[in-house]
């Protein structure tokens, strides 16, 4: 009951003031932000490539309000690119990007002109990765920007094939995506999607949800692309197993991912059962929204971030 609450929230700007203020704030949002910098940031890939996981970075933000923040954003993202260079961490470390950060809504030149902006500030991105070897992914927002970030995928593509994507099984168009994408190869992350939606576009019983998600990962796994399995929910992990199994596939031919903070014993147990296990990693300034998601996810985080501010 909370989550909608939650989510509602975590597009308002004051209750934005109001969390970013409080007492212990910091404390909480520490558990699923890596960080502020790319200087915080380092140690933390550093230690996991250790532990034999991989990873995604994501430089928080969302929803920004002018083109000066989407040029910001990128620049964010070439400073981590540089620093990976630098440091090796090419072949361990990908990218996870919210369009919406790169320009996407804004439209500063007339209706469908944010979609070009965040094409053409993303690109240089996606560039910069693939030159140290490695690729990035477009997250998925709310249901109203996900053609347009199907149309960058597919643009981004046919110069580097790599470039993955995220589908969110809530969504009742999902599986016509799932298929489209299995079709052509493309590297898809399969989630079970973190935003408020309304019962014209998504499913809101939560065990059909999770029956959608077990129907798209069989579309992926049987396909020709390269599934990401986005979860910590454990039967959906072993049904997963058991598909890629079926499917023929690999060790080397799927993952599977979790979040920075979120049951990182399991993260550690699928990699040493040899499984290619990725951490999405977030750090940066602009935590809210990322931090809110978390909260309406479970309930119990809310409690504990409630009693962290009372007790301060
Ligand atoms: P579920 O919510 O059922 O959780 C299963 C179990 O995992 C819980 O019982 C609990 O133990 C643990 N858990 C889950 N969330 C937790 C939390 N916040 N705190 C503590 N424990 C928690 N969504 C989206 O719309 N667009 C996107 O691009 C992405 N990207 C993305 C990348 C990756 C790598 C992951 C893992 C997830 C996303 N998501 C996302 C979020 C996703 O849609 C979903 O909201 C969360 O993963 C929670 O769903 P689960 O599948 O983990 O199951």
Redesign the pocket.
């Known amino acids: 009951m909370l989550g909608p609450v939650i989510l509602a929230a975590s597009r308002s700007d004051k209750m934005r003031r109001f969390v970013s203020a409080a007492p212990g704030t910091k404390q909480v949002v520490a558990r699923?932000i890596a960080g502020e910098t790319v200087n915080d940031v380092v140690p933390i890939v550093q230690d996991l490539a250790a532990r034999g996981l991989e990873v995604?970075l994501d430089v928080v933000g969302e929803d920004i309000t002018t083109v000066e923040q989407s040029y910001a954003a990128r620049d964010a993202y070439l400073e981590l690119i540089g620093r990976l260079k630098e440091l090796g961490l090419g072949a361990r470390a990908e990218m996870?990007v919210?369009l919406s950060m790169f320009g996407q809504s804004l439209d500063p030149e007339g209706p469908g002109s944010g979609h070009e902006l965040a094409l053409a500030n993303v690109r240089p991105v996606v560039a910069a990765a693939a030159e140290i070897g490695t690729t990035v992914?477009?997250?998925?927002?709310?249901h109203t920007t996900l053609d347009s970030m199907f149309a960058i995928h597919e643009e981004l593509r046919k110069d580097f094939p790599q470039t993955g994507c995220?589908i969110?099984?809530?969504l009742f168009r999902t599986e016509e995506d799932a298929r489209r994408l299995a079709a052509n190869g493309s590297r898809v992350?399969i989630?079970?999607?973190?935003?408020k939606e309304p019962a014209e576009v998504a499913i809101q019983d939560?065990p059909e949800i999770?029956k959608a998600?077990v129907r798209i990962m069989k579309i992926l796994m049987e396909g020709e692309g390269y599934p990401?399995i986005?979860?910590?929910?454990?039967r959906?992990i072993a049904v997963g197993q058991e598909l890629a199994r079926r499917a023929g596939r690999k060790l080397d031919e799927y993952e599977f991912?979790?979040?920075f903070?979120?049951?990182s014993e399991e993260q550690n147990r699928l990699a040493a059962e040899g499984h290619r296990m990725?951490?999405?990693t977030a750090y940066g300034t602009d935590w809210y929204g990322y931090f809110m998601?978390?909260?309406?996810?479970?309930p119990?985080?809310l409690l504990f971030f409630v009693r962290s501010i009372l007790t301060k």
Request: charge should be positive.
């Open positions: 699923f995604t996870s919210k992914t477009l997250d998925a927002e709310d995220v969110q099984a809530y992350r989630v079970k999607g973190a935003y939560k999770d998600y990401m986005g979860s910590h929910d454990p959906l991912q979790m979040l903070g979120i049951r990725r951490v999405y998601r978390r909260l309406a996810e479970k119990a985080n």
